[in-house]
């Protein structure tokens, strides 16, 4: 039987990809984030239990991050309009 020659195979293809992407993650973790400030979309009008949440999370990631978290919320269509305003937002 020659069943084990095409998983030796796979496991040295597995261990070269995760050599590959320990050598990568030094330079991926160097990059400052977030550099800008940051836009929390709320898809839910403001007031709601959905606001009061975002509100109390973007001031704990403000203090964790050092940088101005913006709660934006866009209502309307059961969340449908507030998800794609941030679908269609420019990329970081």
């Known amino acids: 039987m020659k069943f084990h020659r095409p998983m030796r195979r796979v496991s040295m293809l597995g261990?070269?990809?995760?050599?590959?992407?320990?050598?990568?993650?030094?330079?991926?973790?160097?990059?400052?984030?977030?550099?800008?400030?940051v836009k929390l979309v709320?898809?839910?009008p403001p007031g709601g239990s959905s606001d009061l949440m975002a509100?109390?999370?973007?001031?704990?990631?403000?203090?964790?991050?050092?940088?101005?978290?913006v709660v934006e919320n866009k209502s309307g269509a059961a969340g449908s309009v507030g998800m794609e305003y941030a679908a269609r937002q420019p990329a970081d």
């Not at 509100?55 to 978290?69: C, H, I, P």
């Open 15 to 37: 261990l070269v990809a995760t050599a590959l992407s320990i050598y990568q993650a030094p330079q991926a973790i160097a990059q400052t984030f977030p550099s800008r400030p």
């Open 55 to 69: 509100r109390v999370m973007a001031r704990k990631m403000q203090e964790a991050w050092g940088q101005a978290v």
């Open 42 to 44: 709320v898809t839910y």
